[in-house]
């Protein structure tokens, strides 16, 4: 008996067996592959089988809402000038992505939205700075960072005030009027948003000259 066609046979089936028991874990491995782990497409997908995140959420509200918080607030805030030049953890507007995951590493939490067809990436990393533990949250859009972010949850030690008075100092404002509710304009035209709704406390870097950032999320 000529068994070549039985272990043919035998082996086709046994690779059909295999790719459908584990098709879901061959096409993540062909996403992540095609598009990176950290991508509105892995993740999706990921959600769409799973019903889950794989990676905790840095956001939990509506995001294009969230985005607009500056710019809808902007007339009713308080502003002070400053020369000072705008810097994120030290790094300049248009930092890429990749060299932030080579500083930082790996992100505590991750969210990926898709805006006009538009990828909007956010990586978020637990840091210690105004003496508290605080969310570092970095948006990035074409890859490079158009937006930072300092979350605070405030407490008994850790006030309003305290976080205000010290990033008014640390961006050079000289005032004798501390506000809870205030942009820091730059010479560049950035800008730095404090706002508080009595859970947390939200300081956000702003690019305004991202024209084509600002217009998708209008």
């Not at 500083?103 to 991750?110: A, L, N, R, T, V």
């Not at 570092?136 to 158009?146: G, I, S």
Request: a positive charge; one cysteine or more.
């Amino acid at each position: 008996m000529d068994f070549t066609l039985v272990y043919i046979t035998a082996g086709f089936l046994l690779v059909l067996i295999l790719g459908i028991s584990y098709r879901r874990a061959i096409r993540f491995k062909i996403i992540k592959l095609l598009h990176g782990k950290y991508s509105y497409d892995y993740v999706y997908n990921f959600k769409k089988l799973t019903n889950k995140s794989p990676y905790p959420y840095c956001i939990k509200d509506e995001i294009l809402s969230y985005l607009q918080l500056a710019i809808n607030k902007r007339s009713l805030a308080d502003h002070y000038t400053t020369g000072n030049t705008i810097l994120f953890e030290n790094l300049p507007f248009h930092t890429r992505l990749d060299k932030i995951l080579k500083i930082y590493g790996e992100p505590d939490c991750f969210n990926a939205y898709l805006i006009k067809n538009f990828e909007l990436k956010v990586f978020g990393f637990t840091k210690n700075n105004f003496n508290t533990s605080v969310n570092t949250v970095f948006y990035f859009f074409l890859n490079e960072m158009v937006m930072g972010e300092y979350i605070i949850t405030t407490s008994k030690e850790i006030t309003v005030e305290s976080i205000s008075k010290a990033i008014l100092s640390r961006e050079g404002v000289k005032s004798d009027k501390i506000s809870n509710h205030f942009f820091i304009d730059f010479e560049d035209k950035s800008s730095a948003y404090f706002y508080e709704n009595g859970f947390y406390i939200l300081i956000r870097y702003i690019d305004w000259n991202n024209k084509l950032f600002f217009k998708l999320i209008e």
